[in-house]
């Protein structure tokens, strides 16, 4: 709880909500020039506070300035400033054209708001994963609760603090809580809900959606592989990957899971990987600025008990009284090892060896259609086969998780991974309902030709 706010009374979720809902209703969200300085307001809200922010997430997650800075602050604020620069062309209704038998008439899309929206969003990148889902909803015409995780208390006190100053606080509240509360929150309707997390709470926010037919979101994770050939820059690759997976000590939703390594490529990886952990966070990651910690005694613990999966190539120190577990690299894993049988989501790298592509290909097919799949090569025909025969959230060559910083593609999962997309266009479908518009003039009456009696002649015509 942020200090000034101590003194506030918690509001129940239904009073919150059915106030929300009140407003929507006067259409004080559906103007562009509320949603504009809404959008300008968020990001004044950003840059002002900046450093408070980013001392919240060094408080919740150890996050160095710059990486806050680069994946979270300044993410949003990019996405904001891409939303404001294209939101009139996204907003303009578009024209469909209208089939000879219906001429004359004109038909078009409409996007209108949906009401009021449920965003959840989790701990591993507490202010981007609210955020950038609140830009969407706002630049929609939304009215729009925002639920932090509870997991990353200094963050969700700051956004409760900070965003209904900044914000038009009759269309926009936080609500604060783990469990409980946001048990209370999906017993409320809504017109949208948007959850990022994993899986098995992303089941329980679909049940509760279906009693009332809510559209959901869910931005999950689960294993994203890395396919490495040997014809790839091994030494550059390594260092992507090492980037990928790393920041944020692992704890990333599209982080490189596990390496595929292809022949060869298995052992060629595994100086350099050792060698741009070095590069990047030093001799003892320890003491590096740049390297974050593991959330909570939880997921620490069941980190820890990973590591015995496979040779260590480097890593593997570890000190609960801190949650520091080092960048850690396993080589000849075992597909069955409980390292590759859950999403690992923190610092440990295992390495599969397969023998060519095909294998590669099906190893990935056998599992749950991951959220990103991430290949190095130099093949054309490798980049062919991998967009063809394999499916995923995302796929990406030559770099991991940078796809997201793209505000033109859609970012979300298939199948396992997720349920819908968002981010800059995407968002704006994501939380809009395009309507369709026909219009059509009562004269010249052509449809008479279409109106029983159906007569021998309307027939023949
Ligand atoms: P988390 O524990 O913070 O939970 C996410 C949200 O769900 C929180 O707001 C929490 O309060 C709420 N919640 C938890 N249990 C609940 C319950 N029983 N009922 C209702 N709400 C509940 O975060 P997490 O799930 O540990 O996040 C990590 C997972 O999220 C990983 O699987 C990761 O891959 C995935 N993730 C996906 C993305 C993405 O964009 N696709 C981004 C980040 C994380």
């Not at 809510?214 to 999950?220: G, I, K, N, S, W």
């Not at 890395?226 to 982080?255: S, Y």
């Not at 799949?373 to 991998?386: D, G, M, P």
């Not at 395009?434 to 029983?452: E, F, G, H, I």
Request: hydrophobic share 45%.
């Amino acid at each position: 709880m942020h200090p000034d706010s101590r003194l506030q009374p918690a509001v129940a979720a239904d009073e919150t909500v059915s106030r929300l809902r009140t407003v929507f209703v006067t259409g004080l969200t559906r103007p562009v020039s509320w949603r504009r300085a809404q959008l300008r307001a968020l990001r004044d809200m950003l840059t002002e506070h900046q450093a408070e922010f980013a001392a919240a997430l060094h408080a919740d997650l150890g996050k160095g300035a710059t990486e806050a800075h680069l994946t979270e602050i300044g993410f949003v604020v990019k996405e904001i400033d891409h939303t404001l620069r294209h939101l009139a062309p996204w907003l303009r209704p578009r024209r469909v054209s209208v089939p000879l038998t219906l001429a004359p008439a004109r038909a078009r899309t409409v996007r209108e708001p949906l009401g009021t929206v449920l965003v959840i969003s989790p701990w591993n990148y507490p202010l981007q994963l609210a955020l950038a889902p609140l830009v969407g909803a706002l630049a929609a015409g939304n009215c729009v609760v925002v639920k932090p995780s509870e997991l990353a208390p200094a963050t969700s006190a700051a956004l409760a603090h900070r965003l209904p100053r900044a914000l038009d606080p009759s269309a926009v509240a936080v609500v604060e809580g783990g469990i409980p509360e946001t048990t209370a929150l999906l017993e409320q309707p809504f017109d949208h809900i948007f959850y990022t997390g994993n899986g098995t709470v992303g089941r329980v926010v679909m049940a509760a959606a279906a009693r009332r037919l809510t559209p959901v979101t869910l931005e999950l994770g689960g294993k994203s592989p890395v396919v490495v050939e040997p014809g790839a820059d091994l030494r550059a690759a390594a260092r992507r990957i090492a980037w990928g997976k790393f920041m944020n000590a692992g704890q990333t939703c599209v982080a490189p899971d596990y390496v595929l390594a292809i022949g060869e490529a298995a052992t060629g990886l595994e100086p350099h990987l050792t060698a741009a952990v070095r590069e990047m966070y030093g001799t003892e990651p320890s003491a590096s600025a740049d390297y974050g910690r593991i959330v909570n005694d939880r997921h620490f613990d069941r980190l820890v008990g990973l590591l015995g999966g496979g040779r260590l190539v480097t890593g593997g120190e570890h000190d609960r009284a801190t949650r520091y577990l080092a960048p850690t690299v396993l080589a000849d894993v075992d597909p069955q090892a409980p390292v590759m049988s859950e999403e690992i989501f923190g610092p440990i790298l295992p390495i599969v060896r397969v023998p060519d592509l095909d294998a590669a290909i099906a190893f990935v097919n056998a599992r749950d259609k991951p959220l990103a799949l991430y290949a190095f090569t130099a093949s054309r025909h490798s980049k062919r086969r991998l967009t063809a025969e394999t499916s995923s959230g995302a796929l990406a060559f030559g770099i991991p998780n940078a796809h997201l910083s793209v505000p033109g593609l859609p970012f979300g999962g298939v199948g396992e991974s997720g349920v819908g997309r968002y981010h800059g266009p995407h968002s704006l479908d994501t939380f809009s309902h395009t309507k369709a518009v026909l219009d059509k003039p009562l004269r010249p009456d052509v449809l008479r030709l279409a109106y029983p009696p159906f007569t021998r002649r309307k027939e023949r015509l």
